[in-house]
Each structure stands twice: as structure tokens, then as C-alpha cells.
């Protein structure tokens, strides 16, 4: 039996662990102030089906109008985040589930939000997933 090095693709369905050195994601902000990771795109508008959900799916950008309303942003640096690639998908979620978010179904199980199944899924992919990368 060969041995698997922890750098190696341990399951069949994962990603090597030193694919993470590789993501884009991280990035330096900074010591010298508190950052808001943020960006409008967090807020998510889905024909009004957002409302359904039990949480506000535009509270990201409530908290920053009410940080901003207070002048709090004066002292918060706000950086805006990278969109997760694949890649860097792959470092938490397998090759499996990444595939069944291509089916409306299985996108408005895990939203919660059972009309979204409904809805194409090219239109679930802009407004709703890609948010959430």
C-alpha cells in the first residue's frame, strides 16, 4: 500500500491541501485599522423571493448604511473581497456538491427558498451564488 503525503489528494473527491497556499482570497489589510469586509453584491434581490427566507437577505448592507449613518466608516477600512474561484471552492466543498448547484432544486434546498426551484438556473448563478462566492 503506498503512502499519501498530506499535500496529496487523500479522497477522491477533494482537493490537495496546498491549493490554499494558491488562493486569492487572502489579502493583507492591514494592522493600522479595523476593516468591514463587504460588497453590494452580499445583498441579495431574487424577484422578491429573498423575503420568504426568515433572514434579511440585504442585511450586510443595512449593517453598512447604519455603520456609515453613525460615521463609523471614518474609522473602518472597507475592503472588498475577491470572488472565490473554483479553486478555492474546491478547499471546502467536493467536486459533487459544486456540480448539483447547476440544478434549481437543489440551489432552493439549500436557500432555503423553496420557489427558487422555479426559477433558471442561470438566474440563480448571477443573483444568488455568485454572491455568495
Known amino acids: 500500500m503506498a503512502s499519501v503525503s498530506p499535500e496529496e489528494t487523500v479522497e477522491n473527491d477533494s482537493m490537495p491541501k496546498n491549493m490554499a497556499a494558491e488562493s486569492k482570497l487572502y489579502m493583507d489589510v492591514g494592522d493600522d485599522s479595523v476593516s468591514l469586509i463587504y460588497r453590494d453584491e452580499y445583498n441579495i434581490h431574487l424577484l422578491g423571493m429573498e423575503k420568504l427566507h426568515p433572514f434579511?437577505?440585504?442585511?450586510?448592507?443595512?449593517?453598512?448604511?447604519?455603520?456609515?449613518?453613525?460615521?463609523?466608516?471614518?474609522?473602518?477600512?472597507?475592503?472588498?473581497?475577491?470572488?472565490a474561484t473554483e479553486s478555492d471552492l474546491r478547499l471546502v466543498h467536493s467536486a459533487s456538491y459544486l456540480r448539483s448547484l447547476k440544478w434549481s432544486i437543489n440551489v432552493a434546498k439549500i436557500t432555503e427558498v423553496a420557489p427558487a426551484a422555479l426559477v433558471p438556473n442561470i438566474f440563480l448563478q448571477k443573483r444568488v451564488l455568485k454572491p455568495f462566492r
Open 56 to 83: 434579511d437577505a440585504c442585511k450586510w448592507g443595512n449593517v453598512v448604511k447604519h455603520l456609515k449613518k453613525k460615521q463609523w466608516t471614518k474609522e473602518l477600512k472597507v475592503v472588498t473581497p475577491n470572488e
